[in-house]
């Protein structure tokens, strides 16, 4: 049984940062494709960043503007996100997601999901 739990939300201040972990357990880690996604109260659900198997392609929405760094450890089977310059507009529950068969940062292409993890920006 596949699972994926996120870790890391938080209240936070306009400015500040946060790292997000999404622990996965039930799949070969290292054969899927993973990535962040984010939906806000009243918005779509949308990507933020993914990463690929080996951890050395990665895209980031235009949106990050550089401010979010997507990691991943195949050995912990734990996939990261740094967030800085945190803007109350990043305020969303965050996802994590894992896809097996070529790289896409589409959430129709997703096979897993976990539960999701709060973040909330404060101005």
Do not use: H
Not at 32 to 38: K, L, P
């Amino acid at each position: 049984q596949v699972q994926m739990v996120e870790f890391g939300g938080n209240l936070v201040q306009a400015g500040g940062s946060l790292r997000l972990s999404c622990k996965a357990s039930g799949l070969t880690f290292v054969d899927y494709v993973m990535g962040w996604f984010r939906k806000a109260p009243g918005k779509e659900r949308e990507a933020v960043s993914c990463i690929s198997e080996s951890g050395l392609d990665r895209y980031y929405e235009a949106f990050v503007k550089g401010r979010f760094t997507i990691s991943r450890d195949n050995t912990k089977n734990t996939l990261y996100l740094q967030m800085d310059s945190l803007s109350p507009e990043d305020t969303a529950m965050y996802y994590c997601a894992a896809r097996r068969g070529g790289f896409s940062c589409r959430d129709y292409d997703m096979d897993f999901w976990g539960k999701g993890t709060l973040v909330t920006i404060s101005s």
